[in-house]
């Protein structure tokens, strides 16, 4: 297994855009659990990439997983998609989870054409919070300025309920 020091570490990534940067550099190991919720890029950025069947090389063979999903998808699919996410990461059994947060999942995205609500946001940050890890929460796009602070707000408030 990983050579990380520690404890092993799970990535999510729930960006609207595909994780092609945090896929790139784990791809060939299996130290991090790359997981990425995004876009199909048949029609959306990076288009090249984070494709479902794109599961990791060499030794990471098994380590990186894409779930791509289709225009519209709404909290019901997609809560659906990520609690198979969740089920690799359990099964993964890592000490810390990084997780990259993208706002632009949400219905009035600009950038975005998902069909994510703010109460979404909730249900998606209770189940992540609900894996019980120590989780390192980076902030990436979201680009409705209005609704982003609630939508951020209603996601990150789960983490604080959380019992370690
Ligand atoms: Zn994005």
């Known amino acids: 297994m990983g050579g990380i020091e520690g404890g092993r570490v799970a990535l999510l990534d729930i960006d609207y855009h595909c994780g092609n940067g945090s896929q790139d ?5 299996a130290d991090v659990l790359t ?3 995004h ?5 959306q950025y990076p288009y090249f990439t ?3 069947d794109e599961t990791g090389s060499g030794s990471g063979l098994g380590y990186h997983r894409n779930f791509p999903l289709p225009p519209g998808t709404d909290d019901a699919a997609y809560l659906q998609t990520l609690d198979e996410a969740l089920t690799l990461i359990r099964n993964y059994n890592p000490q810390y989870l990084v997780l990259s947060f993208g706002a632009d999942i949400f219905a009035g995205d600009p950038l975005g054409d998902f069909a994510i609500t703010t109460e979404g946001f909730a249900a998606i940050g209770q189940r992540v919070a609900g894996l019980g890890l120590p989780t390192l929460i980076v902030m990436e796009g979201g680009y409705n300025t209005e609704a982003l602070g609630q ?12 019992k370690r």
């Open 50 to 52: 984070g494709y479902a």
């Open 39 to 43: 876009a199909d890029p048949n029609h």
């Open 35 to 37: 997981i990425s919720l």
């Open 151 to 162: 939508n951020t707000c209603a996601f990150v408030g789960k983490f604080e309920k959380v």
């Open 25 to 29: 550099i784990f791809y060939d190991s």
